[in-house]
C-alpha cells in the first residue's frame, strides 16, 4: 500500500508542478553529439526510468474527454540501425473505445551515461474501421538531425526547427 500511496502523491505533485509553456523559443545553441562512440552498448538499457526488458508489455488505461483509452508499449527482440546506432524497437499500440486508433515502432539507444536517446517512430494511423489510413507523424534522425532523451531536438534538412516535438 506504501508504494501505490507514494506513486500516487507522486504523480499529483508532477501535475501541479506542470505549467504550460506560453512563449516558445528554439534553443540555436543546443548542438547534442550524437555519435556511436558514445553510444556503445546502444541496447542494454540502464536507466531506472525507462527499463524496457524485451517482451514485457506496459499498459496505460485512463479516461479522456475522447473515451476511454489504453496504451500497451512492448519492447521487441528486433533492433533498427540510425546513424550507425543500433537502437532498439518499442512497439506502441493506442485504443480509443476499443478501436485501434495508431500504432507505432519507436527507436531508441542510451548513450554510455545511461540518457535514453529518441531516434525517431514509423507510424501507422487507423481509420474507425481498422483500416491504416495513413503514416503521418513518422520521422527518422538523419542528414544533420539530432535526438536527444525523450525532450528530442531536431533541424530537419529543409529548415523548419523542432525542439520537444514542437515545430518553430
Given at each position: ?25 528554439f ?56 546513424m ?42 487507423y ?31 529543409c ?10
Amino acid at each position: 500500500m506504501n508504494r501505490i500511496s507514494f506513486i500516487a502523491t507522486l504523480f499529483a505533485l508532477v501535475m501541479c508542478t506542470c505549467k504550460k509553456e506560453t512563449n516558445r523559443v528554439f534553443d540555436s545553441t543546443y548542438q547534442p553529439d550524437v555519435t556511436p562512440s558514445k553510444l556503445t552498448s546502444s541496447t542494454n538499457l540502464t536507466n531506472p526510468y525507462f527499463l524496457m526488458p524485451t517482451g514485457k508489455k506496459y499498459i496505460y488505461e485512463f479516461q479522456s474527454a475522447d473515451g476511454l483509452e489504453r496504451v500497451e508499449k512492448k519492447r521487441l527482440p528486433a533492433t533498427k540501425t540510425i546513424m550507425g546506432i543500433v537502437c532498439i524497437v518499442v512497439d506502441v499500440k493506442e485504443w480509443l473505445n476499443g478501436k485501434i486508433i495508431e500504432e507505432t515502432h519507436d527507436w531508441y539507444a542510451p548513450d554510455n551515461d545511461g540518457n535514453v536517446w529518441y531516434f525517431g517512430e514509423v507510424v501507422d494511423n487507423y481509420n474507425a474501421f481498422g483500416n491504416i489510413t495513413n503514416h503521418a507523424g513518422s520521422w527518422e534522425a538523419r542528414c544533420g538531425w539530432s535526438t536527444t532523451r525523450f525532450n528530442y531536438a531536431r533541424q530537419c534538412c529543409c529548415g523548419k526547427k523542432i525542439q520537444g516535438g514542437i515545430l518553430f
